[in-house]
């Protein structure tokens, strides 16, 4: 295995060695799967310190590039990025095949989609969710917390929340599978046509729960995302709060540059 981090460089030992590291990840010579050289093993390789072979690998964290598992030590990540594209998940034509948009993306990345049903039920809307709604903070909601998978690998948990006196009359809602294409065929079933959906994108470090929940490294980043679904009479009747494990994910939108 090749070490070609140069103290000639300028940058920090640490720096370079994560940068030699990322560099064999890329091009194979750590295969994915395998575990990356442990902090002796860089200290005797690149004759550094305990601690700057530690910040080594705690700098190789945030980039998706390796896992680390508590008392297993670090590992190269074998899956590849997710493709999200906007313009093609929300197609009325995945709906009518029976495809929900988390099911036509991952199976079009070459993936097999999965799902677990976390709860569906009543929910008071949140401040932010409730504004989205256009309803007081705290009204009664139905919420659908959903985990997805990818090749048996959690990428993103979901909770849509819907309008009661829209959900309360649509029994498949509160059911685990709603049926081809998702509640969003459910809805325009029930005559509520989407005219357009809109997103929110942050980025930021996970939290204690939401690493729990992902199978994710201790600070790895995570795309927040929070969409709205607007119908052609201009009222939202869901708003989906979407974490996603951000190494398995591009976000690929087309903005038409016309008025």
Same mark, same amino acid.
């Given at each position: 295995?090749?070490?070609?981090?140069?103290?000639?460089?300028?940058?920090?030992?640490?720096?370079?060695?994560?940068?030699? &590291?990322?560099?064999?990840?890329?091009?194979? /010579?750590?295969?994915?799967?395998?575990?990356? =050289?442990?902090?002796?093993? &860089?200290?005797?390789?690149?004759?550094?310190?305990?601690?700057?072979?530690?910040?080594? /690998?705690?700098?190789?964290? !945030?980039?998706? %590039?390796?896992?680390? *598992? *508590?008392?297993?030590?670090?590992?190269?990540?074998?899956? =590849? =990025?997710?493709?999200?594209?906007?313009?093609?998940?929300?197609?009325?034509?995945?709906?009518?095949? #029976?495809?929900?948009?988390?099911?036509?993306?991952?199976?079009?990345?070459?993936?097999?989609?999965? /799902?677990?049903?976390?709860?569906? #039920?009543?929910?008071? +809307? !949140?401040?932010?969710? +409730?504004?989205? %709604?256009?309803? !007081?903070?705290?009204?009664? /909601?139905?919420?659908?917390?959903?985990?997805?998978?990818?090749?048996?690998?959690?990428?993103?948990?979901?909770?849509?929340? &819907?309008?009661?006196?829209?959900?309360?009359?649509? !029994?498949?809602?509160?059911?685990?599978?709603? #049926?081809?294409?998702?509640?969003? +065929?459910?809805?325009?079933?029930?005559? *509520?046509?989407?005219?357009?959906?809109?997103?929110?994108?942050?980025?930021? %470090?996970?939290?204690?729960?939401?690493?729990?929940?992902?199978?994710?490294? =201790?600070?790895?980043?995570?795309?927040?995302?929070?969409?709205?679904?607007?119908?052609?009479?201009?009222?939202?009747?869901?708003?989906?709060?979407?974490?996603?494990?951000?190494?398995?994910?591009?976000?690929?939108?087309?903005?038409?540059? #016309?008025?």
């Amino acid at each position: 295995m090749g070490t070609t981090a140069s103290r000639d460089s300028g940058k920090p030992r640490y720096l370079q060695i994560a940068e030699d &590291l990322a560099q064999q990840i890329r091009a194979g /010579v750590l295969a994915p799967g395998e575990k990356v =050289p442990s902090e002796s093993e &860089l200290m005797a390789r690149y004759s550094v310190s305990q601690g700057t072979a530690r910040k080594a /690998v705690a700098e190789l964290r !945030p980039t998706g %590039l390796i896992d680390t *598992h *508590h008392g297993k030590g670090s590992f190269v990540k074998s899956q =590849p =990025p997710v493709r999200r594209k906007s313009s093609d998940r929300f197609r009325r034509s995945h709906r009518r095949a #029976g495809k929900a948009a988390y099911i036509a993306e991952t199976e079009q990345a070459g993936k097999k989609p999965g /799902v677990t049903v976390l709860y569906i #039920g009543p929910a008071e +809307a !949140p401040s932010d969710i +409730a504004e989205r %709604l256009g309803v !007081p903070a705290g009204t009664q /909601v139905l919420a659908r917390r959903r985990l997805y998978f990818s090749d048996g690998t959690p990428t993103e948990e979901a909770t849509s929340y &819907l309008p009661w006196d829209i959900a309360k009359d649509i !029994p498949e809602l509160f059911a685990e599978n709603p #049926g081809g294409g998702g509640i969003y +065929a459910r809805l325009e079933d029930n005559g *509520h046509t989407f005219s357009e959906f809109t997103e929110t994108v942050r980025a930021r %470090l996970a939290t204690k729960q939401e690493t729990v929940a992902l199978s994710l490294s =201790p600070g790895s980043p995570i795309i927040h995302l929070t969409r709205s679904a607007e119908t052609d009479t201009g009222r939202v009747v869901e708003v989906c709060d979407t974490i996603m494990a951000a190494d398995q994910f591009v976000l690929d939108y087309r903005i038409p540059a #016309g008025d």
